[in-house]
């Protein structure tokens, strides 16, 4: 699990094919890996992967033809910035949401403008994740934990405060470009809920009086 906070911005060496899918290397720049060990999970611009070599200030991991095909990793090349997280220790300060690192889909960067030092950005999903993403609900673009202001059918804004963009890979991102979308895991759960509400037992009417449904 992540919190969806970026800890630092890194760069992707180069991607490697091997045997149909890819190996990817990345320069994690100045992210502390002393306490990384072969195995464990980093968040690359939201995307969980399991570190398999370990270098002074990078690692590679294997990259399957499914996260590919279903996250914007397939479409990066070198020198890419990427937004980078080590996973959640249980000590650690949740400062994000619960973020699993399982993108859902990739969205696009529809419009960026200024609002005063900040920066309004509105996004676009797929008609399928639209139903996850509520007003001032949680959501994962490229890892980044961000509050949704609106929604208007698959497109969604949100503001960006000065350092998330110059903490973040938001700074190399530009208006048309890919981005990979995690919603809320907690909305996914209660569309689970309501579905099986009748075999269940669940109270709907309960869910939406408590703002769930």
Known sequence: ???????SVGRIV?????????????????LDLADVQLGDSIAVSGVCLTAVTLEARGFSADVSNETLSLTTLGRHKAGD?????????????LGG???????DGVGKV????????????TFEVPQALARYIAAKGSVCIDGTSLTVNEVSGARFGVNL???TVEHTAFHARRVGDAVNIEVDV??????????????????VNFLKQHGFA
């Open 81 to 93: 910035p990427v937004n980078l997280e080590k996973a959640l220790r249980l000590a650690d300060r």
């Open 186 to 203: 907690i909305a996914r759960y209660v569309e689970r809920l309501i579905g099986g509400s009748q075999a269940s037992g669940i109270d």
């Open 161 to 163: 405060i000065p350092h």
């Open 97 to 103: 949401h619960l973020v699993s690192g399982h993108v």
């Open 110 to 121: 529809v419009s960026i403008t200024p609002d005063g030092r900040s920066q309004r950005w």
């Open 14 to 30: 180069r991607l490697e094919p091997r045997g149909g899918d890819v190996r990817l290397h990345v320069d994690t720049a100045d």
């Open 1 to 7: 699990m992540f919190t969806g906070i970026i800890q």
